[in-house]
């Protein structure tokens, strides 16, 4: 079973910052089934990124994904007030049920 | 797109509950669908699939042999049924349309989840 570890746990950062949030999986996985959530408090998880770059419907393209093999990153320029939430990385693909790393919350300092 | 979830409350360990999720707004015969849940405070924990059709089904091994997923495609309605409770299944339940394409494998709607607690 891959894991997928999240790192920092929390990032500190004022609207108009930029944030950088890890997603390690513990082999490689293709990018394919790399997703990325965000969470508000009291609100189901909303997809932002799939396939570890392509932008979900309506999400700003201050959100950008990247990465490959073990290591993914998602990207928020210009951290807006409404941005400031937990992110979840997800693998799920051929032969990988969905796992979800531990999140992210990204708070305002 | 909605899912609406539905049927959560209070439970003593041991007994059952079933969950419903009702969807509209789409071909609910031609997706497949999540349930994931969240204990409160923690992460998201997924719990288990249907395909589109009820023809196959995978489960989180926390709850294999204990949770059944079924679906009525005639009423637009997937269910969780719970059996054995357990304090460590108290979390919120949440059903997600499942999406697989050749550009990525992911949850692209989610309900507003249903809370269950379990307790004596």
């Known amino acids: 079973e891959i894991v997928l570890t999240q790192s920092p746990g929390t990032l500190s950062l004022s609207p108009g910052e930029g944030a950088t949030l890890s997603c390690r999986a513990s082999r490689s996985v293709s990018s394919t089934y790399l997703a990325w959530y965000q969470q508000k408090p009291g609100q189901a998880p909303r997809l932002v990124i799939y396939?570890?770059?392509r932008r979900a419907t309506g999400i700003p393209d201050r959100f950008s994904g990247s990465g490959s093999g073990t290591d993914f990153t998602l990207t928020i320029t210009r951290l807006e007030p409404e941005d400031f939430a937990v992110f979840y990385c997800?693998?799920?693909?051929?032969?990988?049920?969905?796992?979800f790393g531990g999140g992210t919350k990204v708070e305002i300092k | 797109v909605q899912l609406v979830e539905s049927g959560g409350g209070a439970v003593q360990p041991g007994r059952s509950l079933r969950l419903s999720c009702a969807a509209s707004g789409f071909i609910f015969s031609n997706y497949g669908m999540h349930w994931v849940r969240q204990a409160p405070g923690k992460g998201l924990e997924w719990v288990g699939f249907l395909w589109y059709d009820g023809s196959n089904k995978d489960y989180a091994d926390s709850v294999k042999g204990r949770f059944t997923i079924s679906r009525d495609n005639s009423k637009n309605t997937l269910y969780l049924q719970m059996n054995s409770l357990r304090a460590e299944d108290t979390a919120v339940y949440y059903c997600a349309r499942d999406v697989v394409e050749s550009s990525g494998w992911y949850l692209d709607y989610w309900g507003q989840g249903t809370l269950v607690t379990v307790s004596s």
């Open positions: 396939g570890a770059s």
């Open positions: 997800q693998l799920y693909g051929s032969s990988h049920p969905v796992t």
